[in-house]
């Protein structure tokens, strides 16, 4: 059974960073596009930030560009999400996921199978 699991996140101050690691385990992660959101409390599910295999294409929400960097470490089978400059607007559950095929998508529509989450709390 494929299996995400998120790990990193916690309180920080603004201003601070974090990093977030996408860890699987039953497939490799390079086959498939992953992408990272986020869903703050009473608001949707919003995409930040994916990576797609094959033409390493990747995205960025305009409210993280600049700020956050997705990479990929094939050999430990795990994709990082590195924030910095956090705001308490960034304070929400983040989830990785990991997509239907190659191609990374903002949708989560496009996204199969989700980990749990790991809560990121942006806060003085």
């Known amino acids: 059974q494929v299996q ?66 997705i990479s990929r470490d094939n050999a430990k089978n795990t994709v990082y999400l590195q924030m910095n400059n956090l705001q308490p607007e960034d304070t929400a559950l983040y989830f990785c996921a990991a997509g239907r095929e190659w191609r990374g998508s903002a949708s989560s529509s496009d996204y199969v199978s989700w980990g749990p989450g790991t809560q990121v709390t942006v806060s003085f």
Not at 7 to 30: K, M, Y
Not at 43 to 53: A, F, H, L, P
């Open 4 to 69: 995400l699991v998120e790990s990193g996140g916690g309180l920080v101050q603004p201003g601070g960073s974090l990093r977030l690691s996408c860890a699987a385990s039953a497939f490799t992660l390079d086959r498939y596009a992953i992408g990272w959101f986020r869903q703050a409390p009473g608001k949707e599910r919003e995409g930040v930030s994916c990576i797609s295999t094959r033409d390493g294409m990747i995205y960025y929400s305009d409210s993280v560009k600049g700020r956050f960097t």
